[in-house]
């Protein structure tokens, strides 16, 4: 049975110091400290790689995190696996658990996580499944 969790997060994102020999100086990379509220208590933190494109509005990005905390009354750990793409200024965003990354009261847990951003603040929809708890 699908399940669905909502509510905002905070998210600081640090720039992180290039590594030598590593990548390409275009690739930039930042790591993720956020702090989700609502249905969603928890931590997430992680690492995004980010390329900005010479056109105006286009990007790419790529991104794990690791979310600990409840859901939805159930404690655990997961992580989510993101892909962002814009073009000219049309966004599209895929995140997704990773298979079989929950824990304790969140093992088995799959989904999709949605992102709006409204006057500056951060919004999430989550659409999950979970099995029952034993």
């Known amino acids: ?13 640090i720039p ?4 030598d020999g590593v990548g390409d100086a275009s690739i930039g990379r ?5 702090q989700y509220r609502g ?11 980010a390329t900005r494109i010479a056109i105006e ?10 979310v600990s905390g409840t859901l939805q009354g159930r404690s655990g750990a997961f992580a989510l696996q993101h892909s962002g793409t814009m073009t000219r200024g049309a966004p599209q965003l895929t995140i997704m658990v990773v298979p079989d990354s ?14 709006t951003v409204t ?3 951060h919004f999430y929809d989550f659409e999950y499944t979970l099995p029952e708890q034993g």
């Open 1 to 13: 049975m699908s399940m669905h969790a909502s509510g905002t997060f905070e998210v600081k994102m």
């Open 30 to 34: 930042m790591a993720l400290d956020k």
């Open 119 to 121: 006057d500056g603040r």
């Open 102 to 115: 929950g824990s304790d009261e969140l093992q088995g847990l799959a989904g999709t996580l949605a992102i």
């Open 57 to 66: 509005g286009s990007a790419g990005y790529v991104a794990l995190e690791r």
């Open 39 to 49: 249905d969603l208590m928890a931590t997430g933190k992680g690492q995004m790689l």
């Open 16 to 19: 992180q110091p290039a590594e």
